[in-house]
T-cell receptor
Framework: DTGVSQDPRHKITKRGQNVTFRCDPI?????LYWYRQTLGQGPEFLTY????????KSRLLSDRFSAERPKGSFSTLEIQRTEQGDSAMYLC????????????FGPGTRLTVL | GESVGLHLPTLSVQEGDNSIINCAYS??????FIWYKQESGKGPQFIID?????DKRQGQRVTVLLNKTVKHLSLQIAATQPGDSAVYFC?????????????FGQGTILTVHP
């Protein structure tokens, strides 16, 4: 399968713990995006990378959130000191550079903070 | 902040009928629009896209119409099948400095009855 993959698919953690998610984009795609989706809502943009450069960050991305893409391939999203409000589906997408740039989404990581 | 809306618009159709799903977008500067389909527990799946210099685009069994005057987007699905049952989201890209960021609409639940 050459689609976008995410790991883990599910994560349950206690409030205050740190969690890290991984995204592997489609191999030839140099853009990578993170979104967050809560129940009944559409995905909300968090941040995106072109190669290893982080080009835009949403105001939703508080200081407790950090994303990296060190070699321009896979990316990690870390949440420090998790809060119950962080419970959501975290989606990763990738695209090639170009106008519009159709974004292909992964299956998501479902985070539950107890 | 945004209001929490768990009551998505719904559309119920019979198998074989044509479906029309509507979306109002907010940013008059948006220049690229996408429709996504999302099944339970999965990431959004690309259906069709359209650029702002077009009014209509057709795919396999799907047509997207764009009315920039009233900032309205619609997705038409011909001969709807039970496998089309899902939540459908429109998304817009404002381009410019927000080139990589998709803003998603609320979503519509489509249920197809056999």
């Amino acid at each position: 399968d050459t689609g976008v993959s995410q790991d883990p698919r599910h994560k349950i953690t206690k409030r205050g713990q740190n969690v890290t998610f991984r995204c592997d984009p489609i191999s030839e795609h140099n853009r990578l995006y993170w979104y967050r989706q809560t129940l009944g809502q559409g995905p909300e943009f968090l941040t995106y990378f072109q190669n290893e450069a982080q080009l835009e960050k949403s105001r939703l991305l508080s200081d407790r959130f950090s994303a990296e893409r060190p070699k321009g391939s896979f990316s990690t999203l870390e949440i420090q000191r998790t809060e119950q409000g962080d419970s959501a589906m975290y989606l990763c997408a990738s695209s090639s550079v170009g106008f519009g740039g159709e974004q292909f989404f992964g299956p998501g990581t479902r985070l539950t903070v107890l | 902040g945004e209001s929490v809306g768990l009551h998505l618009p719904t559309l119920s159709v019979q198998e074989g009928d044509n479906s029309i799903i509507n979306c109002a977008y907010s940013n008059s500067a948006s220049d690229y629009f996408i429709w996504y389909k999302q099944e339970s527990g999965k990431g959004p799946q690309f259906i069709i896209d359209i650029r702002s210099n077009m009014d209509k685009r057709q795919g396999q069994r799907v047509t997207v119409l764009l009315n920039k005057t009233v900032k309205h987007l619609s997705l038409q699905i011909a001969a709807t099948q039970p496998g089309d049952s899902a939540v459908y989201f429109c998304a817009e890209n404002a381009g410019g400095t927000s080139y990589g960021k998709l803003t998603f609409g609320q979503g519509t639940i489509l249920t197809v009855h056999p």
